[in-house]
């Protein structure tokens, strides 16, 4: 495996290495990866694991000389211990993100099933409840994939589609427009990563924001892709969107079949692939439920009480149908 770093302080790269480039020697030896730096970048190649933790030690070192003048062999060896320490101590199931003071960690049997299924399969289904972390977890996974160089970008998707509202009823250009419906999945990878960075990945194309119409005609190779809000799609929409699916890359699409903001009498396009690919090799479909809601208690009750009052209006309304025939 493959993963690239740029330098925060290119100028400063003597430094960073060392004379004689003694601290890449360090690091190097201490993981058994292969360092190659040209101009701002660091390419670090071996294993998956070793990557990733020779890739720790490189930015824990970035972090520290910008509070100070030098680097000394002390300052490595405290850099490759600290990482060492939070592997060893670090739960299984831990995502690695770009921030490094955020530890993401699925918090129920469901999510953990979630992520194993994201890691594992090419395709992912998952549907249930708000408040189960079906989009924040979607978005860990494709940055701790994007972060081990196991996925070259990240393209995040959503379907124009709210309650009530449309695209054309709001003010401003196609950007101002579309910010609304793509927040939460903003939100979600400001966790992840300082403001700088996603920045920078946006305006490189490593990130991209898109509204599902603008999919048409597209492969994406090397990359995570997140449908969320996946229950606002049509069954066309839906085709035409896991066609997209090139070489190397991963699918996640999540939704709540619970709040379909459809036209009346449409058929969600989520509701419809878990139908037609339930049981395909290299597809995963996941139902989250009420135990696992990770936001606020009550958010557990108010989902609970209104699936009670959905599903009882769904009884009398069957009852009156019957009554009519």
């Known amino acids: 495996m493959e993963l690239s770093l740029t330098l925060l302080q290119p100028h400063r790269r003597t430094e960073l290495f060392g004379a004689g480039d003694r601290h890449l020697r360090r690091i190097r030896q201490a993981f058994g990866v292969r360092l190659h730096a ?12 070793d990557v990733a933790r020779a890739a720790a030690v490189i930015e824990r070192l970035q972090d520290m000389l910008r509070r100070r003048d030098a680097l000394d062999d002390d300052a490595v060896a405290d850099a490759i211990a600290e990482v060492d320490s939070a592997e060893t101590n670090r739960a299984p199931d831990t995502l690695t993100v770009f921030n490094r ?31 189960t972390g079906k989009t924040y977890l979607a978005v860990a996974v494709a940055v701790h994939l994007l972060k081990l160089g196991q996925a070259k970008r990240i393209v995040l ?18 950007q101002q427009k579309v910010n609304p419906y793509l927040r939460p999945l903003f939100d979600a990878m400001h966790d992840m990563m300082t403001f700088d960075q996603l920045k920078r990945f946006m305006v490189n194309d490593i990130i ?13 190779n090397n990359a995570v892709i997140i449908l969320d809000e996946a229950q606002n799609t049509t069954p066309a929409q839906m085709l035409m969107f896991l066609t997209r699916l090139g070489h ?65 209006q769904a009884q009398k309304d069957r009852r009156s149908e019957n009554i009519e025939s």
């Open 157 to 174: 998707v959503r379907p124009a589609v709210e309650a009530g509202e449309r695209l054309g009823f709001l003010p401003g250009d196609l």
């Open 208 to 220: 991209e924001v898109i509204p599902l119409a603008y999919m048409r005609g597209r492969t994406l």
């Open 38 to 49: 040209r101009n701002a970048t660091v390419r670090v190649l071996g294993e998956p694991g």
């Open 101 to 131: 003071d955020a530890t993401i960690v699925p918090k129920t049997d469901g999510q953990r099933h979630y992520v194993h299924g994201m890691l594992r399969n090419d395709l992912i289904l998952c549907f249930g409840p708000a408040g």
């Open 248 to 312: 190397h890359s991963r699918m996640i699409v999540t939704g709540d079949d619970s709040q379909v903001d459809l036209e009346p009498g449409q058929p969600s396009g989520l509701i419809d692939a878990v139908r037609r690919l339930r049981g395909c090799a290299g597809v995963d479909t996941i139902q989250l439920n009420q135990v696992d809601i990770v936001r606020h208690h009550l958010v557990q009750d108010i989902v609970s009480r209104y699936a009670v009052d959905t599903a009882s």
